[in-house]
């Protein structure tokens, strides 16, 4: 039997996990509103925060964290497995309902657990608990990449080049601060004071700074002549992947911090970088802009209710 958390606490704990995530999707909403910042620099600043700051925050993750406390090999493959079954139930799925090519690679979409998910984690249990979390980070996003492009490339008839997705791989600003961080941990390296203090101080302005960017980015024009798909989109991204993979990670008995990682794995909405990878490999690209803007809207509401549910069930 469960032991069932207090109503008002839970409430409160999903509540303070995602109003500010939301906040910030707001201010960079009025930001693009009120012309402070330009259409045309959207791009080049969300270039700056994946490229220079998020690196700085994964690697922060992981810098310093006793892994030998935190790792957890059933949580990592737990998240490996329930990524490559989602992946290929997402395809059978869309192969039944779209008979596009151009559309089905724009269909399939990856969770944006860096953006959304590090910061559920941190809300809930503070940032010096997220060292399985950003372990998570290195091994899903390397492994979210290679099967988009996968993807992307199958449903548009190209010869899928191994050698360049592992270059893709080998050069992603995330997988590159993972690993340097990972490093540290490995060889117990300690950074000088002023150095570390930097480090920490450029990542904590990532999350704050993608959020507002995506909240800018936010427009409704997108939705013209791709409705159907995105309706799909958005109840398959945000409601049932989300039921089948934390039901069954409650099932087999996940609980805690690694309980709310898969959370922010796979209740996220979809990746920011969907659209731009759409456009860059002739898919549906206004439909995965379209995409990736409603379900971080309504992401918000949606992983309120997932933590709440299992927060009062008492999975953490």
């Not at 450029?202 to 024009?221: E, K, N, Q």
């Not at 799909?232 to 039921?243: G, T």
């Amino acid at each position: 039997m469960l032991k069932r958390g207090d109503f008002m606490e839970s409430f409160f704990v999903a509540l303070n996990a995602v109003l500010p995530m939301f906040i910030m999707l707001f201010i960079g909403f009025l930001v693009r509103k009120l012309k402070i910042l330009q259409d045309s620099f959207l791009p080049q600043l969300n270039k700056i925060v994946f490229n220079v700051f998020f690196p700085f925050l994964m690697f922060n993750n992981i810098y310093g964290s006793d892994f030998s406390s935190v790792f957890s090999p059933k949580l990592l493959a737990f998240a490996v497995i329930g990524v490559f079954t989602i992946y290929f139930l997402s395809i059978g799925f869309t192969l039944l309902v779209e008979k596009s090519n151009y559309s089905r690679g724009a269909m399939i979409h990856r969770s944006n657990f860096v953006l959304m998910g590090l910061p559920i984690a941190a809300n809930i249990f503070g940032k010096d608990k997220l060292g399985m979390t950003a372990v998570l980070v290195a091994v899903v996003v390397p492994l979210y990449n290679m099967l988009a492009v996968i993807t992307l490339e199958i449903f548009r008839g190209q010869k899928i080049n191994v050698l360049k997705i592992l270059k893709g791989i080998a050069k992603n600003p995330l997988i590159i601060g993972s690993a340097l961080g990972l490093l540290s941990v490995a060889f117990n390296i300690s950074l000088p004071e002023t150095i570390d203090k930097t480090v920490s101080d450029i990542a904590a302005v990532a999350t704050p700074l993608a959020l507002i960017v995506l909240g800018a980015s936010v427009t409704f024009d997108s939705i013209k002549g791709c409705s159907r798909n995105l309706i799909i989109c958005i109840i398959a991204r945000l409601v049932v992947v989300p039921a089948l993979c934390l039901g069954t990670a409650a099932l087999i008995g996940i609980r805690g911090v690694d309980f709310v990682s898969l959370i922010g794995l796979f209740a996220s909405p979809c990746a920011v970088s969907s659209f731009t990878m759409a456009q860059q490999m002739d898919s549906d690209f206004k439909l995965a802009g379209a995409a990736v803007v409603f379900t971080s809207v309504l992401a918000c509401f949606t992983m309120f209710l997932w933590i709440f549910f299992f927060r009062q069930a008492g999975f953490f």
